[in-house]
């Protein structure tokens, strides 16, 4: 079973992704956790240089989040799914489309077309979209600086991007399950749970 959360910055998938780790893990399943951008030794060395490294070009930044994608999925998380463990995954191809495709105003489809090549058609059994308002993220930073480039990015991106994780979650009803993250934190995980469980017994 391949899970992933999605949503943006401080929305506190992170947080929920542990929490989903242990609560499965209690259930007998045996989880690899895992996020993209930096989940393999190469994808850390990418995720450095786009979060913070230099300007980087939109085309080029949708490339290399599609080969970070690419070897993350072909070394970690397919082995994974093939093993029959549960992956849970920080962050997936939507957000390249929400991010790179609404958020940079590239084209959302051929963003989609790369990382579908990419990963050779690989989709998520079940995506969790942590919605959370951008003004509610960045309260929740405090005063805290960004932490990258994007994070730098002002509300207008975020709002574009929010929006574009809500099409694409209502495009895709059976994929998607959105949940409110400006709910407490025990509250969002309750409800992450009921929407993995059935999936599980199925
Ligand atoms: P993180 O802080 O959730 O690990 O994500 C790092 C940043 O990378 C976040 O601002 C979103 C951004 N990102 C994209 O722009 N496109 C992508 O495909 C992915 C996976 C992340």
Sequence with gaps: MFLTLEGGDAAGKTTQAVALEHWLTERGRTVVR?????????????????????????????????????????????????RGD?????????????????????????????????TEGLLPDLTILLDVHPAVARARRGGRAAEDRLEAEEDDFHERVRAAFLALAAAAPDRFVVVDAGLDPDEVAARIRAAVEPRLSA
């Design 34 to 82: 895992t996020r993209e951008p930096g989940g393999t030794e190469l994808g850390a060395q990418i995720r450095a240089l786009v979060l913070h490294g230099d300007h980087v070009t939109p085309r080029a930044e949708a490339l290399l989040y599609a080969a970070d994608r690419a070897h993350h999925v072909a070394t970690v998380v397919r082995p994974a799914l093939e």
């Design 86 to 118: 549960v992956v849970v995954q920080d962050r997936y191809l939507d957000s390249s489309v929400a991010y790179q495709g609404a958020g940079r105003v590239l084209d959302a489809d051929e963003v989609r077309g790369l990382s579908t090549w990419a």
